[in-house]
Nanobody, 118 residues
């Protein structure tokens, strides 16, 4: 049974940092990613990483501020978020699947809320 469990969300002031974690159990996948959904908006891509090669991908809005990484031994994917802005406020979801883009073969966590105050 595949499970993805996120943690690390919370309330932080603008300019601050948070690190999200996603523990994946059950099997391995080609791509692991983070998506977010702000109130009243659609879910959007944030970052992704390949499990084998460590290739990383970022949305333009977070490039240079966020860093995705993975620890294969711990089956965990991280999202280090620095220089946070109020517009980063959202529920952040971890995704595992064959590609960066969402698809029918994906597994999702339940999300963790990040709130950035101005």
């Amino acid at each position: 049974q595949v499970q993805l469990v996120e943690s690390g969300g919370g309330l932080v002031q603008a300019g601050g940092s948070l690190r999200l974690s996603c523990v994946i159990s059950g099997r391995t996948f080609s791509r692991y990613g983070w998506f977010r959904q702000a109130p009243g908006k659609e879910r959007e891509f944030v970052a992704a990483i390949s499990w084998s090669g460590g290739n990383t991908y970022y949305a333009v809005s977070v490039k240079g501020r966020f860093t995705i990484s993975r620890d294969n031994a711990k089956n965990t994917v991280y999202l280090q978020m620095n220089s946070l802005k109020p517009e980063d406020t959202a529920v952040y979801y971890c995704k595992a699947g064959p590609r960066n883009d969402p698809g029918p073969m994906d597994y999702w966590g339940k999300g963790t809320l990040v709130t950035v105050s101005s």
